[in-house]
């Protein structure tokens, strides 16, 4: 049975690239529990024990946001397709050393956005979606990738 989605269109999002190998302490540790409460089979573990939903799927109920032990999923507007792949509060260094994209609070996004929709709390980019342009000229200037295009057009 499909369900039908209400506009603005909203979906689950992983803040988690997954390429520190569950090194990072504040990234995505594969339990599953994501898995198991979503009920529209929208959420599922990737190759590397990371959560990834299929925004197809997924009707932006939250259940995966709440089950997640992490905090780091999120539901967001679909239209919006700039998000951060980094959960990591770290500081540079010890980011650097944690995984190869994490994001380490330089600040480089935060002075590109002509909107003033990111800005850098805890050590890492946060984006806000009311205020996003989704222009992409945070993704294209950070230096470690940890900002997405999602549709994969500025970045992969």
């Known amino acids: 049975m499909a ?10 999002f992983v ?8 090194a990072c302490t504040y990234g995505c540790v594969g339990c599953g529990l994501c898995v198991l409460s979503c009920k529209f089979d929208a959420v599922h573990l990737n190759e ?15 259940a995966c946001a709440r089950a997640c032990p992490q905090g780091i999923i999120r539901v967001h507007e679909c239209a ?23 994001c380490i609070g330089c600040g480089i996004c935060e002075r590109t956005c002509t909107a003033g ?14 205020l996003c342009l989704s222009c992409g000229m945070c993704a294209v200037k950070c230096p470690r990738h ?4 999602l549709r994969g057009i500025l970045t992969r």
């Open 48 to 62: 590397n024990g990371i959560a990834v939903v299929d925004e197809d799927k997924c009707i932006g109920c939250g």
């Open 146 to 149: 940890a900002i997405h295009d």
């Open 117 to 130: 929709a990111i800005h850098v709390t805890d050590n890492r980019a946060i984006i806000d979606e009311a």
């Open 15 to 22: 803040a988690c690239n997954g390429s520190c190998r569950n």
């Open 80 to 102: 919006n397709y700039i998000a951060v792949k980094c959960a990591n509060r770290a500081k540079g260094v010890d980011a650097r050393k944690q995984c190869e994209v994490s």
């Open 3 to 12: 369900i039908k989605k209400r506009f603005p269109y909203k979906a689950a």
